[in-house]
Every structure is written in structure tokens, then in C-alpha cells.
């Protein structure tokens, strides 16, 4: 598989921090159903994916996780509490404080950007470009901000700031929420893979699925 290095060479990261606002500020025109709506307060009965292979010495345990969610959608379940206590080591996709260091963000960045000498309208198919531009320009915001950025970023960004928009938020997610609990807990906590690698997994998303990613955001806003 080849993968690309995370050098500094592309001169566009004020254009994917002006692509970044405009995937928040997209989201001032969803529904007032959608976006306003105040969020149901049922007891917390939600029992998130979680699995235990155990032995007669040793527990393993597999918890699915959401990177966004709500404040109202804590307390997890007693399940999710119950392990993270019997847990000695903890790991997750991604070593949050990295992830939060100031630098990250740029790093992050770079990995969005075309590193061929293409831009994004290049290879958006006529419709799903035509509705980005209109998209953009509701904001204001001129669609050659987002020309050097690759397609799964543009995806990202727009995802990210639909969820903000109907009240998520990422540090509500749930790595973020149970590092702070194992760190507090004296836990050993691991990582999977450090951010480049995730970015570097990231960058080899299909442009095919890139498009089929768009055609649901359109149907997720508009709908």
C-alpha cells in the first residue's frame, strides 16, 4: 500500500481552517426540528456494544465506540463502569492527549490536502459538485477554499459540523470520556496507532466511497 509522508509542502492550511468553519456554519440552516429540538431525558438504560473474553486468569473486554455524543447521554451503562474498573490496561484507537496537542491540528490538516497537483472539483462528479458550491455559497464562503482539500477530509469536516449543529459534541465521545475516567483511576492507558498512522489509514479512503459519503450527508441535511 503506499502511503505519503506528512511533509509541510502544500501552502493551504488557511484554506482547510476556512473549509473546517464552514462545516460548523453549514449547519445554522437545518430544520428547527433537527437542530433545536430539546434532547430526550429517559433514564440511561443504553447498553453500548461490549464483549468479554475471559479465562480462568485473565478478562478481555471489547467496547465499541462513538466518537460524539451528548451530555445527556451520560451516565453509560453500569456494564461499561463494571470493566473499566476491573481493567488494569486500557486502550483505545488513539492516544487523546496527542490527538489534543496543538500541533496535531496541523498535522491533521496536512493530510487533507492533494498532494498530485489535483483539486476537489476536479474529480467531484458535476451534481454533488454544483450542490457543494451552492452549499458554500449560502455561507459565503467561496468554494475555492476547499479546492485542495481531498474529499474524505471535506467529508469529515461537513460530518463533524452536522453532529455539532444537532448538539454533539466530541468531548462527549466515548475514548475521550473513559480517558479521563482511567487516567483518574490510575489506569495504564494505551493507544492502537498514533495519529500519522490514523491519518495516514484516513488518506487511503476510495474516492468512490468519498462520493457515496457525500450523497448521505446531502440526504441527512436535506431530508
Request: glycine fraction near 4%; charge should be negative.
Amino acid at each position: 500500500m503506499k502511503r505519503k509522508t506528512l511533509s509541510f509542502k502544500h501552502p493551504s492550511l488557511k484554506a482547510l481552517a476556512v473549509a473546517a468553519a464552514l462545516a460548523l456554519s453549514t449547519t445554522a440552516a437545518l430544520p428547527a426540528s433537527a437542530a433545536d429540538a430539546p434532547a430526550a431525558h429517559a433514564p440511561s438504560t443504553h447498553t453500548p456494544l461490549l464483549w468479554k473474553v475471559s479465562d480462568g486468569n485473565n478478562s478481555l473486554y471489547l467496547l465499541g465506540s462513538i466518537h460524539v455524543l451528548k451530555k445527556s447521554d451520560y451516565p453509560l451503562s453500569p456494564d461499561v463502569d463494571a470493566a473499566l474498573r476491573d481493567a488494569k490496561t486500557v486502550m483505545f484507537e488513539l492516544d487523546m492527549d496527542e490527538v489534543m496537542k496543538p500541533d496535531s491540528v496541523a498535522k491533521m490538516q496536512q493530510s487533507f490536502a492533494f498532494e498530485d497537483g489535483r483539486k476537489l472539483g476536479e474529480v467531484l462528479p458535476a451534481e454533488t459538485r454544483a450542490r457543494l458550491e451552492a452549499l458554500f455559497a449560502k455561507t459565503g464562503t467561496p468554494f475555492s477554499a476547499a479546492e485542495g482539500i481531498e474529499p474524505w477530509a471535506l467529508n469529515m469536516q461537513l460530518a463533524m459540523g452536522l453532529m455539532v449543529g444537532l448538539g454533539f459534541d466530541p468531548q462527549a465521545g466515548i475514548d475521550m470520556h473513559l480517558t479521563r475516567e482511567a487516567k483518574a483511576a490510575g489506569k495504564t492507558v494505551l493507544a492502537l496507532e498514533t495519529l500519522q498512522e490514523h491519518c495516514f489509514e484516513s488518506d487511503e479512503t476510495p474516492e468512490k466511497e468519498s462520493m457515496i459519503c457525500f450523497a448521505h450527508y446531502f440526504l441527512m441535511r436535506f431530508s
